[in-house]
């Protein structure tokens, strides 16, 4: 429980703070007390929304995937995650009071600006959710316990090294063995 309600409330604070930013930079988004409740929106979309959808499209894409050109499945990637932004920010739109004018300002670069935003997000999200769960153990009066903390995903080289450990292979001649 206290995992998700970090993870949303820390997601929900950078959410508003995007939003009251595309309103204040975009000539065509009007925002203001609106992001409160848009950043519900953005932020439950964020979190259940947005893997589905890009789920869906991935897999549809990915049929056709073996006809394209490198260029071109870059391309299709982007355009999946473009319409996944897309598609977020009209639910956003749709559901709250955030005024949009003009096809370019209010349309488009909003997705823009959000993906923009999720990569920041992704790049800081550790730390700002560390951070929130801390402020969160102060302010219960409690501990993080094992059970609260979310396990530690281990790196891709943290688990080469422990699949070396396991048959004294490095990753290159277990490749070369699986050839054979």
């Known amino acids: ?7 949303f409330v ?15 930079l975009l000539p065509g ?11 519900v929106i953005l932020t439950a979309a964020t979190i259940w929304l947005k893997p ?10 990915a049929k056709s995937a073996s006809q394209r050109t490198k260029a071109g499945e870059k391309l299709v990637q982007f355009g ?9 920010w009209v ?3 749709w559901l709250s009071r955030v005024n949009v004018d003009g096809w370019f300002w ?18 800081i999200d550790d730390r700002v959710e560390s951070h929130a769960g801390a402020l969160y153990d102060r302010a219960t009066g ?14 891709a080289e943290s688990r080469a090294a422990r699949d070396e450990l396991h048959d004294g292979l490095t990753p290159e001649q277990r490749r070369m063995l699986d050839e054979l």
């Open 29 to 39: 988004v009007n925002v203001g007390w609106a992001a409160l409740w848009a950043g």
């Open 52 to 61: 589905a959808v890009t789920k869906l499209f991935s897999g549809m894409a």
């Open 91 to 93: 639910l956003v739109v």
């Open 142 to 155: 409690g501990t993080a316990t094992t059970t609260d903390a979310a396990p530690a995903i281990p790196s």
């Open 10 to 24: 820390s997601l929900y604070v950078f959410t508003v703070a995007v939003l009251l930013l595309i309103g204040w």
């Open 1 to 7: 429980m206290k995992a998700w309600l970090v993870r």
């Open 106 to 123: 209010g349309w488009v670069l909003p997705p823009l600006a959000l993906l923009l935003a999720w990569i920041i997000y992704d790049a």
């Open 80 to 88: 999946i995650v473009f319409v996944v932004q897309w598609i977020i």
